[in-house]
């Protein structure tokens, strides 16, 4: 085999296989490393650069704490304290005392002592034209009423008993003839005319109020 030779007349130096083999293995390691390199940046700028990998923003339940004011509460009362009879009905109808025995002030004292025991009391009267004096108390309730009766009753035991107990008439027997919504008519006779309860009936009066 000849040999060529350059322009110049010189012979051309030849590179030996085992050093193109070099060069050829350098080159690729170099372009090995490159190619890692360039993976790890992208996957950091994947990552963010701080190795977490960025979502969507999950939003956190606010929870609001309020505190409510009962409005429809009641307000802590103290009722009024009131001197009853064991086992009397005093409540569910109100009473009315007609004067029906000529003494002046009656009605109005018998309702003082009534009132003093528990039963509501509505305003004195006195008794009809056509009534004038009657010797014997009588006790009226209005049938319309529920608990009347049962406040009559015990308004006849409160007085020591009473000749009847009867349902009202209409009109009732008042110089107005009306009760004025009241369930209970005491006709206060002369037999219990001016008299108190605990004269009427002391067995029915708390100790206290007898002996006042």
Not at 39 to 65: K, Y
Not at 70 to 92: K, Q, R
Not at 162 to 184: F, H, R
Request: proline residues 7%.
């Amino acid at each position: 085999m000849s040999d060529s030779r350059d322009a110049s007349g010189q012979m051309p130096r030849r590179v030996p296989r085992n050093q193109q083999a070099q060069v050829s293995g350098g080159l690729a390691i170099v372009l090995a490393a490159v190619a890692v390199i360039a993976g790890f940046l992208i996957l950091r700028s994947i990552a963010g650069g701080d190795g977490v990998v960025d979502g969507p923003a999950v939003a956190q339940p606010s929870v609001e704490t309020t505190t409510t004011l009962d409005a429809g509460a009641a307000p802590t009362t103290i009722p009024a304290t009131t001197t009853t009879i064991a086992g009397m009905v005093t409540d569910g109808a109100s009473v009315v005392v007609a004067n029906a025995n000529a003494v002046n002030g009656s009605a109005g004292l018998m309702s003082s002592e009534l009132g003093a025991v528990g039963y509501q009391m509505g305003t004195p009267t006195n008794a009809s034209a056509s009534i004038g004096k009657i010797d014997l108390t009588v006790v009226y309730f209005d049938p319309g009423i529920p608990s009347a009766q049962a406040v009559a009753e015990s308004v006849a035991r409160s007085l020591g008993g009473v000749s009847s107990i009867a349902p009202l008439p209409t009109p009732a027997p008042t110089q107005t003839g009306s009760l004025d919504g009241s369930g209970v008519l005491v006709m206060l006779g002369i037999d219990k005319a001016g008299r108190t309860l605990a004269e009427l009936a002391p067995d029915m009066v708390p100790a206290q109020d007898a002996a006042g």
